[in-house]
T-cell receptor
Framework: EPEVTQTPSHQVTQMGQEVILRCVPISNHLYFYWYRQILGQKVEFLVSFYNNEISEKSEIFDDQFSVERPDGSNFTLKIRSTKLEDSAMYFC??????????????FGPGTRLTVL | AQKVTQAQTEISVVEKEDVTLDCVYE???????LFWYKQPPSGELVFLIR??????QNEISGRYSWNFQKSTSSFNFTITASQVVDSAVYFC????????????????FGKGTKLSVIP
């Protein structure tokens, strides 16, 4: 069964460093998402991406964040200068898309980011 | 703005007991989707169910059942004869279906209910 994969599973970085979190969505999916979950809290939407551009973004997704689909398979989230409060689990999700029928989002296993 | 409230932060039950997890939502849209996800201790998010706002029929899947009531804006989840493997955090989520950004639908999650099933 196709699944969303994410690498690495755990990333430790120093405050101020740049990190790139990688995701491989399900191959025929067209919509891609990033969510984050601070430890013990709810899952929060960051950004959605379609047709090589951002569709929607939340207030959390400020200028320190960027997303990219550098090739036909990877979908990345970059944090330019990490802060302590960026420590969280980051989930990638993808969905088939379509405007008349909602397609469920399939989540990856997450990348735990720890900023020291 | 959409909002999901899961008032129960933590619930503990003894194995084989039934348990209901509450979910109350707010939305201004007439078309929307509701979801439940399970997050076991390993951390991944496991999709359980999706309902659209036009389908109020209750659903049963094995030991799981869902009660959707638009009149009270609730989408409650019941586990019958709970098992230790049901121990997890359960999230209720909402997505408004208003067309935005070429069909992307962001999910708004509740804070989750941590269920502990004691053997």
């Amino acid at each position: 069964e196709p699944e969303v994969t994410q690498t690495p599973s755990h990333q430790v970085t120093q405050m101020g460093q740049e990190v790139i979190l990688r995701c491989v969505p399900i191959s025929n999916h067209l919509y891609f998402y990033w969510y984050r979950q601070i430890l013990g809290q709810k899952v929060e939407f960051l950004v959605s991406f379609y047709n090589n551009e951002i569709s929607e973004k939340s207030e959390i997704f400020d200028d320190q964040f960027s997303v990219e689909r550098p090739d036909g398979s990877n979908f990345t989230l970059k944090i330019r200068s990490t802060k302590l409060e960026d420590s969280a689990m980051y989930f990638c999700a993808s969905s088939e898309g379509g405007t008349n029928l909602y397609n469920e989002q399939f989540f990856g296993p997450g990348t735990r980011l720890t900023v020291l | 703005a959409q909002k999901v409230t899961q008032a129960q932060t933590e619930i503990s039950v003894v194995e084989k007991e039934d348990v209901t997890l509450d979910c109350v939502y707010e939305t201004r849209d007439t078309t929307y989707y509701l979801f439940w996800y399970k997050q076991p201790p390993s951390g991944e998010l496991v999709f359980l169910i999706r309902r659209n706002s036009f389908d109020e029929q209750n659903e049963i899947s094995g030991r799981y059942s869902w009660n959707f009531q638009k009149s009270t804006s609730s989408f409650n989840f019941t586990i019958t004869a709970s098992q230790v493997v049901d121990s997890a955090v359960y999230f209720c989520a909402l997505s408004e279906a208003a067309y935005s950004g070429a069909g992307s639908y962001q999910l708004t999650f509740g804070k989750g209910t941590k269920l502990s099933v004691i053997p």
